[in-house]
């Protein structure tokens, strides 16, 4: 499968600028899981900018509506 980074960069939210991972989205996820963590694009701006990305956060903000 071809890697539609052009396309994926114009919606990923990741405000870490030195990520090498950025709009390779396999790569992203694949990094995130392994430490029990959601990519970037699953919160909120103001959500991600914290740059906790952990599953606990996620069902947090999913419980308190704002996901």
Sequence with gaps: MECKQP???KR???SYEP???K?????????HLR???LPACSFPAEAEASYNRSF???AQLV?????
Excluded: P
């Design 12 to 14: 990923c939210n990741c």
């Design 7 to 9: 396309a994926n960069l």
């Design 19 to 21: 990520c090498h991972r």
């Design 35 to 37: 430490s029990r963590e």
């Design 23 to 31: 709009g390779v989205c396999c790569e992203c996820i694949a990094y």
């Design 63 to 67: 419980n308190t509506g704002k996901i």
């Design 56 to 58: 606990e956060l996620f």
